[in-house]
């Protein structure tokens, strides 16, 4: 009955893989999932697209592989080859593989570069020795190509079609790499314990392995901080749809930085700061509220 409601098999496949994809997101994600929801149809399905595939990649090199019985070798092995496999479907617009598939259609039609998606990978290849001792150069080269890129893969998919200035598009890039990169560290501050704990990681320069003192923690919320401003300076700019969207995520994550701005930093080290669903409730209805519009037509 499918395919009778679709033009192709093609248009079947990747119907099915748009499915996977969602289904993702939805498994192992609250605040993004949740600020998707906002999207037009087929934004969200390639939002999701990009989420699913980074999440792949996490699984890799974040302990399921592992838990797997894959050893070092074998985790970057696969690692390598979902990065072959992924750049040869954005090439030629089919996988195997349903989540790679999804987003090399994603990737196509947006216009995502190559680059975007080796910065991503070189990154997500960094956690499979141990991360600890970073240097300020290492640290921001790490937080690009694991969360700036994934920003400006969005920011692809939300221009897509559309027709802006260069001066909009390049503020636009700005505010999405930003954003992405605010998600990040604050990921990275809620999960203090259990990166150190679990995986042996200590992402901050400036702190020894599995330590945070409340002057660093000061320092790093000022960072996330000066993010979630430039994020914010771009919001008009966006396109309706996107805007909502990407306002509920910031307004999620700017309240979960407040929220860590309160946590002394020894709690860091054995809990996990979340937002509760009163809260979440009160920044969705915020976030639904007429927006400034900017330039994008």
């Given at each position: 009955?499918?395919?009778?409601a679709?033009?192709?098999?093609?248009?079947?496949?990747?119907?099915?893989a748009?499915?996977?994809?969602?289904?993702?997101?939805?498994?192992?994600?609250?605040?993004?999932?949740l600020?998707?929801?906002?999207?037009?149809?087929?934004?969200?399905?390639?939002?999701?697209?990009?989420?699913?595939?980074?999440?792949?990649?996490?699984?890799?090199?974040?302990?399921?592989?592992?838990?797997?019985?894959?050893?070092?070798?074998?985790?970057?092995?696969?690692?390598?080859?979902?990065?072959?496999?992924?750049?040869?479907?954005?090439?030629?617009?089919?996988?195997?593989?349903?989540?790679?598939?999804?987003?090399?259609?994603?990737?196509?039609?947006?216009?995502?570069?190559?680059?975007?998606?080796?910065?991503?990978?070189?990154?997500?290849?960094?956690?499979?020795?141990?991360?600890?001792?970073l240097?300020?150069?290492?640290?921001?080269?790490?937080?690009?190509?694991?969360?700036?890129?994934v920003?400006?893969?969005?920011?692809?998919?939300?221009?897509?079609?559309?027709?802006?200035?260069?001066?909009?598009?390049?503020?636009?890039?700005?505010?999405?790499?930003?954003?992405?990169?605010?998600?990040?560290?604050?990921?990275?501050?809620?999960d203090?314990?259990?990166?150190?704990?679990?995986?042996?990681?200590?992402?901050?320069?400036?702190?020894?392995?599995?330590?945070?003192?409340?002057?660093?923690?000061t320092?790093?919320?000022?960072?996330?901080d000066?993010?979630?401003?430039?994020?914010?300076?771009?919001l008009?700019?966006l396109?309706?749809?996107?805007?909502?969207?990407t306002?509920?995520?910031?307004?999620?994550f700017?309240?979960?930085?407040?929220?860590?701005?309160?946590?002394?930093?020894?709690?860091?080290?054995?809990?996990?700061?979340?937002?509760?669903?009163?809260?979440?409730?009160?920044?969705?209805a915020?976030?639904?509220?007429?927006m400034?519009?900017?330039?994008?037509?």
């Open positions: 009955m499918r395919r009778t679709l033009s192709s098999h093609l248009e079947l496949y990747s119907h099915t748009q499915a996977a994809s969602s289904r993702v997101i939805r498994e192992y994600s609250t605040s993004f999932g600020a998707t929801s906002l999207l037009p149809a087929a934004t969200r399905s390639s939002i999701r697209s990009i989420y699913a595939l980074v999440r792949v990649a996490d699984e890799i090199v974040d302990g399921t592989a592992e838990e797997a019985g894959l050893d070092g070798e074998s985790r970057k092995q696969v690692l390598d080859a979902l990065e072959e496999e992924t750049l040869t479907a954005l090439q030629h617009g089919f996988s195997a593989n349903l989540i790679v598939h999804c987003f090399a259609v994603t990737g196509r039609a947006a216009g995502i570069e190559e680059a975007l998606i080796n910065a991503f990978f070189r990154s997500m290849r960094r956690d499979l020795t141990p991360v600890v001792s240097s300020e150069e290492q640290y921001r080269t790490y937080v690009h190509g694991s969360a700036e890129t920003g400006l893969m969005c920011l692809r998919v939300f221009l897509q079609g559309l027709q802006v200035s260069q001066e909009e598009r390049e503020r636009m890039e700005i505010g999405a790499a930003h954003l992405g990169a605010a998600f990040q560290k604050i990921n990275f501050l809620r203090f314990a259990e990166d150190f704990q679990q995986l042996g990681r200590t992402y901050f320069p400036g702190t020894c392995p599995g330590v945070l003192g409340e002057h660093r923690k320092e790093i919320i000022a960072d996330i000066a993010d979630l401003t430039a994020a914010r300076r771009a008009p700019l396109p309706p749809g996107p805007r909502r969207a306002a509920l995520a910031t307004g999620l700017g309240e979960l930085n407040e929220r860590l701005r309160r946590t002394p930093a020894a709690d860091l080290h054995r809990i996990r700061v979340s937002v509760p669903k009163r809260v979440k409730a009160r920044i969705i915020a976030a639904l509220l007429p400034p519009s900017g330039a994008v037509r």
